[in-house]
């Protein structure tokens, strides 16, 4: 009964066209004419159901890139089997009071310089794009407190991720996170022209939304995570907020403007994250650099802050406080007021006041 009212309703849109028509209720067969009205009757339908098409497609590809689909156990046992030991690939292996490390991979060419845009607005977070084979691109997040890179599953593959260990594959699952990565290598890792070659990742055994990784970044989800294992190679890596992109240097040590400079603060070397010794409210702390993250300050339990301290010459007040993932950090709302340079090889970072248009 519901589509014969469906099908009448439309059949009396269509009778204000002027179109005549010949109905068999009972099977619902619609019989034209002429073959003029019977095309006039197909772009009529083609119109009214292409948007309602569109909009369900639409609905249903944001749908399936929020979800988290974990891999089937088909596909996850026959990456596993592939895999390497880490020795074939120039990977040295030590021990360490937190298990086997591999190290070695990850060699950045020389004399490069990029400059990519931040694919995240309001505030601005650096979200760039991967470059693949054949031009293609994928949204990947720089999270300076990630200690380690991840990838989702098939996104990692299509980069051509292999499995490394000895005799099996060393896998690891972040705190509160119940997918599994697997520690991979892919051949090259590259924003624009700067590459990034055999970089060792997590391979996620999951495609779709990256759980806590992908730090609450919906639009364009990130189909990756390069973490501070991979940043903290780079010579420099500067955010420049007023144009809304982030530039990365293999080389180039970086200079700040005298006249521009606020204050230099010095990385906490083996912190595993882009750290700093700053001070709450008097009180020497660990502060995480975080640009990330979207939040002025973050602390354990968002317990409230009056002044933040950076180096001899920068103290803020009156800042906003959020729920932190982790230790206290100062995010992107609050970093977006500098011109940031964070420089790992020196182990500073360079606080700066955004020049004005008039001065650039």
Excluded at 329 to 346: F, H, M, S
């Amino acid at each position: 009964m519901k589509r014969e009212n469906t099908l009448k309703s439309l059949l009396q849109n269509l009778n204000k066209e002027n179109v005549s028509l010949r109905v068999n209720v009972a099977t619902l067969n619609v019989v034209p004419l002429t073959r003029r009205k019977a095309a006039f009757l197909q772009e009529t339908l083609k119109a009214a159901l292409l948007p309602v098409a569109a909009l369900l497609l639409s609905a249903a590809c944001k749908t399936t890139e929020m979800e988290i689909r974990p891999v089937s156990w088909q596909r996850q046992s026959a990456y596993l089997a592939k895999v390497r030991d880490p020795r074939i690939y120039g990977l040295s292996i030590y021990q360490t009071p937190g298990g086997i490390e591999y190290r070695g991979g990850g060699r950045l060419h020389p004399n490069q310089v990029e400059a990519r845009p931040m694919g995240i607005k309001e505030p601005l977070r650096p979200v760039v794009m991967l470059t693949g084979n054949f031009g293609i691109e994928w949204p990947v997040l720089l999270d300076f407190t990630a200690s380690k890179s991840w990838f989702e599953f098939s996104t990692a593959q299509k980069l051509g991720a292999k499995p490394v260990g000895e005799r099996k594959a060393k896998m690891a699952r972040l705190p509160g996170e119940e997918i599994a990565g697997c520690l991979s290598i892919i051949p090259s890792l590259r924003l624009g022209q700067l590459h990034i070659s055999s970089p060792l990742i997590y391979v996620r055994l999951a495609d779709g939304q990256l759980g806590t990784l992908a730090r609450g970044i919906e639009k364009p989800g990130p189909k990756g995570v390069v973490g501070w294992d991979l940043l903290k190679k780079f010579e420099q890596i500067q955010f420049d907020y007023s144009g809304a992109k982030v530039l990365l240097a293999t080389d180039a040590a970086y200079t700040p403007n005298p006249g521009q400079l606020i204050t230099a603060v010095p990385l906490v070397k083996h912190a595993g994250a882009c750290a700093v010794r700053g001070s709450i409210d008097g009180k020497e702390t660990l502060i995480l650099i975080d640009p990330a993250g979207d939040f002025e300050v973050a602390t354990d339990g968002a317990t409230p802050v009056s002044t933040i301290g950076l180096g001899e010459q920068l103290a803020i007040a009156g800042v906003a406080v959020s729920e932190s993932p982790g230790g206290v950090r100062i995010g992107a709302r609050l970093l977006q007021d500098y011109k940031l340079t964070v420089c790992p090889r020196e182990g500073i970072i360079y606080f700066e006041r955004p020049l004005r248009e008039e001065e650039e």
